[in-house]
T-cell receptor, first 109, second 114 residues
């Protein structure tokens, strides 16, 4: 069965620092992969998605993610974090959209 | 409306009562998903509908939970004989098709079981 693991429950970074959020998946074939963000008091918003092709995908708000088949990973990155990036981040996999447990990002001034 | 609409936004009920949560997806969206989000928890998949295909019910936690989607549009999630552990935010999302990946979420229905 397909599954998604986000190993980090909570991450704290300083504003301006780089960020990497981890996502590992278990899936029988090349999966559809997604990152969503849930800001406090708001609904979920799609950051980016991977279906096929170039393994480095660009998303909104300066985020990018890289699909690594050999590592079954789809990690989310941002070179310089802004205070407004503080939120819950969810990785999802597959056409039936199974979500990971989420990573809560705190940004220190 | 322009977005996914869910009702009620808040529901407080007594243990043992039945509740119905409604989701009105974006017009033209063939895929509809239900998730449960408990405090501090991730998104727990419950069920999804895709067009006229049989729904994937594999995420429903018990037989007290059921969902219908009438006419390929509005969906109702029913929880029978509610328990305190059912307290959560129930999120509905829709997508133009199963494979586009972009889900549009409603604001959720917050259920509190006393």
């Amino acid at each position: 069965a397909q599954s998604v693991t986000q190993p980090d429950i909570h991450i704290t970074v300083s504003e301006g620092a780089s960020l990497e959020l981890r996502c590992n998946y278990s899936y029988g074939a090349t999966p559809y992969l997604f990152w969503y963000v849930q800001s406090p008091g708001q609904g979920l918003q799609l950051l980016l998605k991977y279906f096929s092709g170039d393994t480095l995908v660009q998303g909104i708000k300066g985020f990018e993610a890289e699909f690594k088949r050999s590592q079954s990973s789809f990690n989310l990155r941002k070179p310089s974090v802004h205070w407004s990036d503080a939120a819950e981040y969810f990785c999802a996999v597959g056409a039936d959209m199974r979500f990971g447990a989420g990573t809560r990002l705190t940004v220190k001034p | 409306g322009a977005g996914v609409s869910q009702s009620p936004s808040n529901k407080v009920t007594e243990k043992g009562k039945d509740v119905e949560l409604r989701c009105d997806p974006i017009s033209g969206h063939t895929a509809l998903y239900w998730y449960r989000q408990s405090l501090g928890q991730g998104l727990e998949f419950l069920i999804y509908f895709q067009g006229n295909s049989a729904p994937d019910k594999s995420g429903l936690p018990s037989d007290r939970f059921s969902a219908e989607r009438t006419g390929g549009s509005v969906s109702t999630l029913t929880i029978q004989r509610t328990q305190q552990e059912d307290s959560a935010v129930y999120l509905c999302a829709s997508s133009f098709s199963q494979n586009t990946g972009e889900l549009f979420f409603g604001e959720g229905s917050r259920l509190t079981v006393l």
